[in-house]
């Protein structure tokens, strides 16, 4: 797991949205991230988090995720027929999602997920009043070696702004070791968590573009994160970026000034470096 748990305050991405989370979660929710497409449900059935209430509109984004598999979307369509909530009262419905619920509950090791989608849990101005509580259940799973349950916390804790959560889901998705590996994914979550300001992110994005791993090769890509990650404060990418500039590579030209700038920008880190050890 990485070591330092940031907190991001979530940034509204539009005027409307500085009352709650529902729009920036709506975003994963449109790129069908079935763990926010619960969210944003949850949000419009109680008109919560800067969603107006809208059960119609709750119930579909719960069958998007029900779609894909996601457990607490059953159990919130079941409840939904069982009280008439956006959908008419239908008996039939509610045994089918729950039977639904039961099967793929036991497919995952029959744990039942700790609900945190409630008033109580957050606060108005659109933080998690317990941020890291999913990433604590999703780091007890990993230790236990219950993978697909790591997968759900993290997930859940992802679409809701955590950048731990978010590198962590692609470390996991990059290597396929715990998870099978989805490269797809990785470069996804990657995107979002450079997004947030996280440096080892923009780094690992530069190293795929590089390599060509789940992806064509593209120093040009592979520069723009580097470079990033760079400014963002990363060591390890100026040598990376000093060789591909002194090196002529398939659209980076040649350029021995730039090379010259991230090579002294290196020295000078190790300077800094190598005083703090006289302290």
């Known amino acids: 797991m990485k070591k330092l748990l940031i907190f991001l305050l979530m940034l509204p991405l539009a005027a409307e949205a500085q009352s709650g989370n529902y729009y920036y979660v709506k975003q994963f929710a449109e790129e069908g991230i079935p763990a926010a497409q619960y969210i944003c449900g949850a949000y419009l059935e109680n008109g919560i988090q800067g969603a107006e209430k ?16 996601y457990l607490e979307a059953y159990e919130a369509l079941a409840r939904c027929y069982r009280n008439g909530v956006g959908v008419e009262k239908d008996i039939d419905k509610m045994n089918y999602y729950l039977k639904k619920y039961d099967e793929v509950n036991a497919a995952m090791g029959g744990f039942k997920p700790e609900h945190c989608i409630n008033t109580e849990d957050e606060f108005e101005d659109g933080r998690l009043e317990d941020y890291s509580t999913d990433c604590d259940y999703a780091f007890e799973a990993e230790e236990a070696g219950k993978y697909a349950k790591m997968e759900y916390y993290a997930t859940r804790a992802a679409v809701r702004g955590d950048i731990f959560a978010q590198f962590n889901l692609c470390l996991w998705y990059e290597k396929g070791d715990e998870l099978p590996r989805d490269y797809a994914k ?4 990657y995107e979002v968590a450079s997004d947030g300001g996280d440096y080892d992110s923009c780094a690992q994005l530069g190293g795929l573009y590089y390599d060509g791993r789940g992806t064509k090769v593209d120093y040009v890509k592979a520069v723009y994160w580097y470079e990033r990650a760079a400014q963002l404060g990363d060591v390890d990418c100026l040598l990376r970026l000093e ?4 090196k002529e590579r398939p659209g980076v030209p040649r350029n021995l000034e730039r090379a010259d700038y991230w090579r002294k920008e290196y020295e000078k880190f190790q300077k800094a470096k190598n005083a703090l050890r006289f302290f």
């Open 54 to 69: 809208d059960a119609e509109r709750a119930v579909l984004f719960y069958s998007e995720a029900a779609k894909q598999g």
């Open 243 to 246: 060789d591909i500039y002194r």
């Open 186 to 189: 990785a470069m996804f979550w």
